[in-house]
């Protein structure tokens, strides 16, 4: 790996938001990083998944137009690897910005809750990991990976759970 490009980010960042407007209230939370890379190392092997694009748009031999270069390709376990080789083909900026936390309240007016003894009421909609901007298009540029050695060459291999969505419907009440 380039020693300027390293998988570590040199800054990480956050910032929150709130907008109230009579009894309603929005909370945002954005979370990122800049200035990491990773490698990702992917193949087209028969004896395991790959993803579509690759595959389709791959190098083969007589195609001069092709999307991607030459994939590993392998029959079986350790077999036949050709072109495993790292490249700055695949180093890939993973640098994002995401929204991490959305979150819209409501709160009842207190004089329809004193006829029901509750002090307050406030209904609520929130989200998690909703949307992230990242030049990564494969992979969860949040993710850690799982990383394989090719050679003493450290490279991701993509094989990490994403992020999920979360979504939440609520009502937080006192008495």
């Known amino acids: ?15 929150n938001a709130t907008v109230s407007y009579k009894r309603f209230s929005l909370f945002a939370n954005f979370a990122g990083q800049s200035r990491a890379w990773t490698y990702f190392h992917k193949h087209a092997r028969t004896t395991q998944n790959s993803l579509r694009e690759l595959l389709l748009n791959r190098y083969v031999p ?15 376990a350790g077999e036949g690897e050709v072109s495993g080789m790292p490249s700055t083909f695949w180093l890939q900026d993973a640098s994002f910005l995401r929204l991490k936390t959305l979150q819209l309240d409501y709160t009842l007016p207190e004089s329809l809750l004193s006829k029901v003894g509750v002090s307050s009421m406030m209904l609520f909609l929130n989200g998690s990991n ?39 419907v609520g009502v937080n009440i006192t008495f």
Do not use: A, C
């Open 130 to 168: 909703l949307f992230t901007l990242s030049d990564i298009k494969w992979y969860d540029p949040e993710g850690t990976p799982e990383t394989s050695s090719h050679d003493g060459f450290n490279y991701s291999t993509g094989d990490f759970y994403p992020q999920t969505k979360i979504f939440n």
């Open 1 to 15: 790996m380039r020693q300027d490009k390293g998988t570590i980010p040199e800054v990480t960042f956050g910032f």
């Open 62 to 76: 007589g195609s001069m137009d092709s999307k991607y270069p030459i994939l590993p390709q392998e029959d079986g």
